[in-house]
């Protein structure tokens, strides 16, 4: 039963590993040396009168089951969720047992009970710890209701007035709830900032493959460029030296044939490469082109338009220069796929500069951001279930707010600022979704004059 519960909750993503054993062990420890330390100094110090020998017996078994841990697993042994859980568990119900013992409410170490939910917070889910965090309410007020009392030196029975106990079972009790939704919420966060970054990580090292392969390409293509000319030269000779022979001069045909299809293959392979690679430039035009390639033809129209300044005669048609950066074209690409995506008919591109900076605004005729999302536009993993009527729609989206959150990392990484808006309603109510990205121009205009070192030949 416990088992299947718990792969309920996981069906979104493994909850296996989260925990080493060496370190609840440590942590169990601690905890058994400071019990057996408290007993000791309560009973032979301050005279405190309560069952030291059931109290050793019960702090004893966390002994039992501390060893019995280390013996049968290894330190490295990474516990699945479940496994904690009921780690957590057992630790709870022995303070319980403890406390019981000793005063219940009445003694101030009652507020450790916090701690094993608090632990659950921040390694296990919501579900697992609010199970727990149920049962330690229970147990509080268990023991506010029953419990065996302390007796003082003087032999009285050690009690709390009724108002003050009460007081001391709420803060508890709120203390609970507070810290644990506290720390799991910020656990979560952390979590998600990781996966995020992770997601993030492996697509910029995708990005900068792809880059590094076409270089690869492109300096194949220079280097095999004068062998692959003598090839032919050299059978063209032939050809022409063996008419006598006409078997021979098929081979040295089809020897000139195959040459020039390996120059072929190794233009059309590494065109793009020598792009990325040697220039390591390129046009703000062909920048946006390439950055939209995969999505335009999606079906939907996807517009480009480059408004250059007034005092810009005599500037390129396509527009500076830039850097030609993996996290701006696959930040760019993000962009562009999440407008295409959501539009019905059109996505426009739109790029303007000065000395000082450059914007592009991605314009789409869609629905536009949820009002309630607009302000978080940019977190990872934000997007809640999808409806059945966005389903029918966009059966093909899987989004989560990932994409928005990569692109807005990988294009922050290179100077810019990113700002989201929808569009005002127009005369014939259109509406959609600005994105509005802006870099100084010194941090992705390309150096004037440079070509940029090819590392493959340095």
């Given at each position: 039963m416990w088992s299947s519960f718990f792969r309920a909750e996981t069906d979104h993503g493994p909850r296996n590993g989260v925990l080493h054993l060496r370190g609840l062990v440590l942590i169990r420890w601690a905890a058994i040396t400071g019990q057996i330390a408290t007993l000791l100094i309560a009973s032979n110090l301050f005279?405190?009168?309560?069952?030291?020998?059931?109290?050793?017996?019960?702090?004893?078994?966390?002994?039992?089951?501390?060893?019995?841990?280390?013996?049968?697993?290894?330190?490295?042994?990474?516990?699945?969720?479940?496994?904690?859980?009921?780690?957590?568990?057992?630790?709870?119900?022995?303070?319980?047992?403890?406390?019981?013992?000793?005063?219940?409410?009445?003694?101030?170490?009652?507020?450790?009970?916090?701690?094993?939910?608090?632990?659950?917070?921040?390694?296990?889910?919501?579900?697992?710890?609010?199970?727990?965090?149920?049962?330690?309410?229970?147990?509080?007020?268990?023991?506010?209701?029953?419990?065996?009392?302390?007796?003082?030196p003087d032999g009285t029975l050690f009690t709390l007035p009724t108002l003050f106990a009460f007081g001391f079972w709420l803060s508890v009790i709120i203390g609970i709830a507070f810290l644990g939704a506290y720390a799991h919420r910020v656990a979560a966060e952390i979590h998600t900032m990781q996966d995020a970054l992770l997601a993030t990580q492996m697509a910029l090292a995708r990005e900068q493959k792809l880059t590094d392969l076409g270089g690869v390409v492109a300096a194949a293509a220079h280097e095999l460029g004068t062998p692959l000319a003598t090839i032919k030269l050299v059978s063209a000779e032939l050809i022409d030296e063996l008419d006598t022979n006409p078997d021979l001069q098929a081979d040295a045909q089809l020897i000139r044939d195959q040459a020039d299809r390996c120059r072929e293959i190794l233009r059309s392979m590494g065109r793009a490469g020598k792009d990325d690679l040697h220039l390591r430039r390129a046009p703000l035009e062909v920048l946006l082109r390439?950055?939209?390639?995969?999505?335009?033809?999606?079906?939907?129209?996807?517009?480009?338009?480059?408004?250059?300044?007034?005092?810009?005669?005599?500037?390129?048609?396509?527009?500076?220069?830039?850097?030609?950066?993996?996290?701006?074209?696959?930040?760019?690409?993000?962009?562009?796929?999440?407008?295409?995506?959501?539009a019905r008919q059109e996505v426009s591109i739109e790029a303007e500069w000065t000395a000082a900076r450059l914007t592009l605004r991605i314009r789409d005729d869609g629905p536009g951001y949820p009002s309630h999302v607009i302000g978080r536009l940019g977190e990872p993993f934000m997007r809640n279930r999808r409806s059945a009527a966005d389903l029918a729609a966009r059966p093909e989206y899987d989004g989560?707010?990932?994409?928005?959150?990569?692109?807005?990392?990988?294009?922050?990484?290179?100077?810019?600022?990113?700002?989201?808006?929808?569009?005002?309603?127009?005369?014939?109510?259109?509406?959609?979704?600005?994105?509005?990205?802006?870099?100084?121009?010194?941090?992705?205009?390309?150096?004037?004059?440079?070509?940029?070192d090819n590392p493959l030949n340095a």
């Open positions: 005279q405190i009168g309560f069952p030291l020998g059931l109290c050793l017996l019960v702090v004893g078994g966390s002994v039992i089951v501390n060893l019995l841990l280390i013996f049968l697993y290894p330190e490295s042994t990474r516990l699945s969720e479940y496994q904690v859980f009921l780690t957590l568990l057992f630790d709870l119900g022995q303070l319980a047992l403890l406390l019981w013992l000793t005063g219940g409410l009445t003694n101030p170490f009652a507020l450790l009970i916090v701690a094993p939910v608090t632990i659950s917070a921040t390694a296990l889910s919501a579900r697992a710890t609010l199970v727990l965090g149920t049962l330690a309410m229970a147990a509080i007020t268990i023991l506010a209701l029953s419990h065996l009392k302390l007796t003082l390439e950055a939209a390639e995969p999505h335009v033809a999606r079906g939907k129209r996807v517009a480009f338009h480059l408004l250059p300044p007034d005092d810009s005669a005599g500037s390129p048609a396509a527009g500076p220069d830039l850097r030609r950066q993996p996290e701006v074209i696959h930040g760019l690409r993000n962009l562009i796929q999440n407008a295409v995506d959501f989560m707010g990932l994409g928005l959150f990569i692109a807005k990392t990988l294009l922050e990484r290179t100077g810019a600022e990113l700002s989201f808006a929808n569009r005002s309603p127009g005369p014939q109510g259109e509406t959609g979704a600005i994105v509005e990205v802006t870099w100084p121009m010194s941090r992705i205009e390309a150096p004037k004059g440079a070509l940029g």
